[in-house]
């Protein structure tokens, strides 16, 4: 079991090395994922095609049923593109300077369907259920004044407007599940619970040593959090983060 675990964690690594790279220039298309992937990502799966953010760009290609892939479009946004997130039928791009919301028409190009624009900041999205959260870091990252947790309402997309914004310290990636929000923020992992109306209950904080959490997949039960020396494993229940069931140490 510890041996399947840690090729899977392995296996993980390896996508968020390619996927979850800071500020990463690269344009790495990859068929591994599933349309699951942490807020950090440079590109997803969604409605058989890869869809990939390249500096101003979005590069969509289709999956041929030889598993190979042949370029459809490309989308000028004409913005600096940072995050890419699959929502229900929708995309989410983080940018420096907003959360853009892309659409397929009816021949499977993407379109912009509405822009929430935000001060200059490192810029990661996730949505669920009507509702968006970005993280807004300026510590370290590009001129500004304070790091912010939003929350946005995103029920009807082509109308997005801000619900609630908190401080935060340091904010990286973030990750939902259900009706609970876990935030890699002031040097540890923060999980929140969240109802419509955006606002946010902290339900517990978790520190790793050595660790400082960049980025979350969410599963059910489990959290795969990728941080500065590593990939972890680490559990939860409703209410609390319940522990660190396992590693991949890469210092």
Known sequence: ????????????????????????SEFVPNLSGTGVGGSLAKFTISNNQVIVINGSEVKQFDILPSDELSEKHTLQIFRQLETIFPYEDKILIGSTAAVIFLGFDADGLLTILSTYDHLTACDPVVASNGIAFSTLKVTDCRAGSDDLLEAIDISDIENPTVLKVYSTE??????????????????????????????????????????????????????????????????YSDTALTGVLGSFITD
């Open 1 to 24: 079991m510890f041996q399947m675990m840690k090729k899977l964690l392995a296996f993980l690594l390896l996508i968020f090395v390619f996927a979850c790279a800071e500020d990463s």
């Open 170 to 235: 340091s904010p990286f990636g973030l990750a939902i599940r259900g009706s609970s929000l876990f935030v890699c923020e002031k040097g540890g992992l923060t999980m929140y619970s969240f109802n419509a109306e955006g606002e946010l209950i902290e339900m517990d904080f978790l520190t790793i040593d050595g660790a400082v959490p960049l980025d979350i997949i969410a599963n059910t039960g489990y959290l795969i959090v990728r941080t500065t020396n590593g990939i972890y494993n680490v559990s």
